[in-house]
């Protein structure tokens, strides 16, 4: 068994289980869930998600840094190269929202504005994403970094599929095709959960007693995530329920 397997995941276990469990996750993935809340909840996951990608090269970046400065120069290089391939994805975001959103607009009455569901307030999930990111790349074990990356590769490489395969049941082809941001982290994030792996692994080969503290950096940003999706069905439902939208 490798080290992640006997050091980390037992510690990780627990939050990666509410990826079956969690409200969202079976609303999203039920036979019953309405071809207007699914197509509403992805914009609100597209515009929003812009919030939560934005800043990720810098994060990977200022990981690789804090490594360096901290004597870890192979890993902290290593961070510094992957963080280059994660520049820009942000806008890959808004784009399928803007995508999407003309496309609810053409079919719907009430009107919704892409750029304005972009520029929404954050939720407190949202912010706390960024904290803990913060707390792992300024603190003393900026593999934090890698491991909540490791978490929510997981959820990319695990759930998101799952959920793209209802959009086309629930919506169609035309829709999943316009979502090239989940698409495209849906398969490249195997080879970045990998990167990762093989980073912690090395520092749990010296550092074994770091299990712990890297398991509670990745749960806590796949338990910010969790909550960011559930914030998008809410304001999706919302939204439909004409207790507030976005109008042109």
């Given amino acids: 068994m490798t080290l992640i397997q006997t050091h980390y995941l037992p510690h990780a276990l627990p939050t990666r289980a509410r990826l079956d469990t969690e409200p969202v996750v079976r609303e999203l993935l039920s ?7 699914m197509a509403r909840f992805l914009i609100e996951w597209s515009a ?5 990608t934005e800043p990720v090269d810098g994060w ?4 690789g840094e804090r490594c360096i400065a901290l004597g870890q120069e192979k ?20 784009a399928d929202a803007r995508v999407l959103t003309a496309r609810w607009n ?27 990111h913060d707390e792992a790349i ?9 491991a909540i990356e490791y978490e929510v590769g997981y959820l990319a490489v695990v759930l998101v599929p799952r959920i793209l395969a209802r959009v086309r049941e ?15 982290h849906a398969e490249v994030d195997v080879g970045h959960t990998a990167l990762n792996e093989r980073m912690m692994e090395g520092l749990l080969g010296t550092h074994p007693e770091e299990g712990p503290r890297l398991a509670s950096f990745g749960s806590r940003g796949l338990d910010c995530y969790l909550r960011f999706l559930a ?7 919302r939204s439909l329920e004409g207790v507030t939208a976005v109008a042109a």
């Fill in 75 to 94: 890993v902290g290089r290593q961070l510094i190269t992957h963080a280059k391939h994660e520049a820009g994805h942000h806008l890959m975001t808004i």
């Fill in 31 to 37: 036979p019953d869930i309405s071809p207007d809340l």
């Fill in 231 to 237: 914030d998008c069905m809410d304001a999706a439902r």
């Fill in 106 to 132: 053409a079919g719907h009455s009430r009107k919704l504005d892409a750029d304005a569901l972009v520029a929404q307030a954050p939720t407190a999930a949202m912010r706390e994403y960024r904290q803990v």
């Fill in 170 to 184: 629930v919506v169609g082809q035309e829709t999943l095709d316009s979502l090239t941001f989940l698409r495209e």
């Fill in 60 to 63: 990977i970046r200022g990981a």
């Fill in 48 to 52: 929003r998600g812009a919030y939560m």
């Fill in 138 to 146: 300024t603190g003393d074990l900026p593999l934090g970094q890698a």
